[in-house]
């Protein structure tokens, strides 16, 4: 579990500060890291351009310059202003004792080389930068070659995801000692490209405590036995489907069934819903009210759910309900305009999940859209403490809290699920996991990895994100959850 820890910034800090007491190198661990990376993905011999910032980041890539030239590589060392700490000016000394000639800038004219190295600015990166850094991180992103950035890309917040100013577009990044989330939501989503962690070497009881950790839950507590039947995998119920929002309703209800409940009820407030000609296993309900609500073990409420008195009454219903309830979509814009609402939901004794899109987070805590992605690991947590819910925070690098527990950070799926009727996939997902008997942080998580495996597999099939449906992706999930519950 260690390479899928994620701590927070703190105590990452104080990890160096401790080994570098008692004499552990880290910055050369990671300057070796870097060259073996390097050494898997670069011929030898190329000529490769490293960056090399002023602080420890920038140490780690004149280590990592030096080491590469005595393996027969080509290496420019772009080295813009001198070295800050006393460890990177030894490095450079070392360099230039090899032979190295740092430049301080390139040439207008400067060729391309096979990998530029970006080792400018590291994790401690919390503001903008100014014109100098900019235009020269411009001209690096116009070298039109493949780039590794060290720890986070140059101009990267490794933990809000922000990029306030210029930031390095890498095809690569390599980081120290864990994950850091901001790598994979937000701008970070945009300029880390393939991550990968190289967790170094440090006595075990040097170790943080996990702040939260990637998305890896499995599915083998929904491996079956030969003798159940449909009783044995859950009811669910989903309210939805107003007048002209039918489709939603009906998109969760499939992938409730794609996700392996064995019944699903769609409480539709549309009476002209009567079947489902596609899924006719749906036990489909028109006009239904909350008093005539069917037997079940989970409830999902919001898909189409519209904002009529109707929903009002549904969701008040639902949050009185002693069933494990998930709430999306207008759900969650009735729950924002009615502080009574909110009360109710905070009071609930059974398992709440919200799954807010970040316009939606945003109206729950009466604040912008920007503001949410702008630190959405303490948006999410805050909405799971305020409202007493596991909370889905969608979007890239979608993001599972509970109230005071370690957090989730997703890292599958990716632009091929950003269509309509998506959201109400994984709500039908969260539902029929939560009715096979998983706790809901667990369901959450899980539902929200198999929905971006599925995503992951179209682009991979299709060459390119385009066309993907959220018809397709229901049926996709199920396959997924076979394999990973094996």
């Keep these: ?41 670069v011929a030898q011999g190329a000529r490769i351009l490293v960056a090399a910032g002023p602080g420890n980041n920038g140490g780690d890539a004149l280590v990592a310059a030096v080491l590469l030239m005595q393996q027969g590589y080509q290496v420019d060392v772009l080295l813009p202003q001198p070295p800050l700490s006393t460890e990177a000016r030894e490095e450079l000394q070392t360099l230039r004792q090899a032979g190295g000639l740092p430049l301080q800038q390139l040439s207008t004219d400067y060729p391309p080389p096979a990998l530029l190295i970006d080792g400018l600015f590291g994790i401690g990166l919390n503001r903008p930068l100014d014109d100098f850094w900019c ?45 850091k989330p901001g790598l994979f939501y937000a701008a970070g989503a945009n300029h880390a490209g393939q991550v990968e962690c190289a967790p170094l070497d440090y006595p075990a009881e040097l170790q943080p405590v996990a702040a939260g950790y990637l998305n890896r839950q499995d599915a083998r507590m929904l491996r079956r036995e030969p003798d159940s039947h449909k009783g044995s995998h859950g009811t669910v119920s989903i309210v939805g489907g107003c007048p002209g929002m039918s489709g939603a309703v009906l998109l969760a209800g499939r992938a409730a069934l794609a996700g392996g409940a ?12 009567v079947v489902d000609t596609a899924f006719p296993e749906l036990m489909l309900h028109g006009d ?3 008093a005539k609500q069917p037997a079940c073990d989970v409830l999902a409420v919001g898909p189409g759910l519209g904002q009529s008195v109707q929903a009002v009454q549904w969701l008040q219903q639902s949050l009185g309900s002693p069933l494990p309830l998930v709430l999306d979509a207008d759900a969650l814009n009735l729950l924002a305009a009615d502080t ?37 690991l303490q948006a999410a947590q805050q909405l799971a403490t305020s409202l007493n819910a596991v909370v889905v925070l969608k979007g890239a ?75 397709a992706t229901a049926l996709r999930c199920s396959a997924i959850l076979n394999r990973l519950s094996s």
């Design 135 to 179: 235009q020269l991180i411009k001209q690096l992103n116009q070298l039109s070659c493949p780039t590794l950035a060290l720890d986070c890309p140059s101009g990267l917040n490794a933990y809000t995801g922000q990029a306030p100013s210029a930031c390095i577009k890498a095809s690569h990044t390599l980081t120290f000692l864990c994950h």
């Design 262 to 273: 064995g019944k699903v009820h769609v409480l539709s407030l549309d009476p002209r819903l």
């Design 340 to 376: 009574g609402l909110q009360k109710h939901l905070r009071q609930r004794k059974a398992a709440t999940i919200i799954t807010p899109h970040p316009a939606e987070a945003a109206r729950l805590l009466a604040c912008t859209t920007a503001d949410i992605q702008a630190n959405r």
């Design 397 to 471: 690098g979608s993001l599972i809290c509970a109230p005071g527990q370690p957090y989730y950070l997703n890292t599958s799926g990716g632009p091929a699920l950003a269509v309509a009727g998506q959201g109400d996939v994984l709500t039908g997902l969260i539902a029929a996991l939560l009715a096979q008997g998983m706790s809901a942080l667990a369901a959450s998580c899980l539902a929200v990895r198999v929905h971006g495996l599925a995503g992951d597999q179209y682009q991979q099939e299709a060459g390119g994100p385009i066309g993907l449906t959220a018809s």
């Design 288 to 290: 239904a009210q909350p």
């Design 1 to 41: 579990m260690h390479n899928a820890a994620l701590w927070s910034l703190a105590d990452l800090r104080q990890l160096e500060v401790v080994a570098a007491q008692r004499g552990i190198q880290l910055m050369q661990q990671a300057a070796q890291a870097t060259v073996d990376w390097v050494e898997q993905h």
